[in-house]
Nanobody
């Protein structure tokens, strides 16, 4: 059974940076698509970024966020720069057991518990 554990969330001022980590256990996920999603209060969960061989980003974070992975550590990262108040949300790591990246949360097989990111203006 795959387990994903996010870390690195917190409170940051607008314009600041945070790096989220997603540590996987139970299986090596080097062949999986790894994604980051977020959910703000009162809103639906939305796609942020995904990575397999290529990287994919939501328009709202393109140029500010960078997704990366270290297969040796079975860990995926989300570097978030130039943070805005609208980036405030719970951020979730997800894994998809297939070759192709997707922005649909329903396509992902495994999820972490989430980590809170709060950006103060």
């Amino acid at each position: 059974q795959v387990q994903l554990v996010e870390s690195g969330g917190g409170l940051v001022q607008a314009g600041g940076s945070l790096r989220l980590s997603c540590a996987a256990s139970g299986r090596t996920l080097s062949s999986y698509v790894m994604g980051w999603f977020r959910q703000a209060p009162g809103k639906e969960r939305e796609f942020v970024a995904a990575i397999r061989w290529s990287t994919y980003y939501a328009d709202s974070v393109k140029g500010r966020f960078v997704i990366s992975r270290d297969n040796a550590k079975n860990t995926t990262y989300l570097q978030m720069n130039s943070l805005k108040s609208e980036d405030t949300a719970v951020y979730y790591c997800a894994a998809r057991r297939t070759l192709h990246a997707t922005m649909a949360s329903g396509d992902y097989n495994y999820w972490g518990q989430g980590t809170q990111v709060t950006v103060s203006s």
